[in-house]
């Protein structure tokens, strides 16, 4: 009885330990989704920065070189706040984008073909790899991302 009882308050202070180090976030509105970013632990997290673009699927020529762009202004950053700690999350407020398509001067096929579409801006993050950082974002976009290593020493600029 006594171990019943000692597994049953381990696992009941275990529970309200990992529940307490966790951020909160809200829910994703109508024709939204929540997707989180988690990032592998490694060394050194300070010399890197996650670079996250967005993408969906769109019609587009074949050889185009295609983008999309959205309002910057309605990407929001804000924060699910725990026990005075910051946890940063981003919004996507609305679902409008506008494609943009750079044609190579050497293709000459106008056929149109259903393909991934990134889009056109750069959001630069702190590399964090304790909790995910969630992204809402429309449900037809997915969130795309790549690490970036900057060097420990700075170069001073001479004039």
């Known amino acids: 009885m006594n171990k019943v009882l000692t597994i049953l308050i381990l696992m009941t202070l275990s529970i309200k330990l990992n529940a307490q180090d966790k951020p909160s ?16 632990k490694i060394e050194n997290s300070k010399n890197y920065k996650v670079q996250v673009k967005f993408s969906f699927e769109a019609t587009a020529r074949e050889c185009s070189d295609a983008s999309f762009s959205f ?7 804000e ?10 999350y981003y919004v996507i407020e609305n679902s409008s984008a506008e494609i943009f398509e750079g044609m190579n001067p050497d293709c000459k096929s106008d056929k149109k073909v259903k393909r991934k579409i990134i889009s056109g801006q750069d959001i630069f993050i702190e590399y964090q790899s304790y909790y995910a950082t969630p992204f809402y974002i429309p449900e037809s976009w997915s969130v795309e991302y790549r690490i970036w290593k900057a060097d420990d020493k700075y170069t001073t600029v001479k004039n």
């Open 71 to 77: 309002n910057r202004k309605n990407l929001k950053e």
């Open 79 to 88: 924060y699910g706040i725990q026990q005075g700690s910051r946890y940063p």
């Open 25 to 40: 976030y809200p829910q994703p509105k109508e024709g939204f989704k929540r997707v989180d970013l988690l990032l592998p």
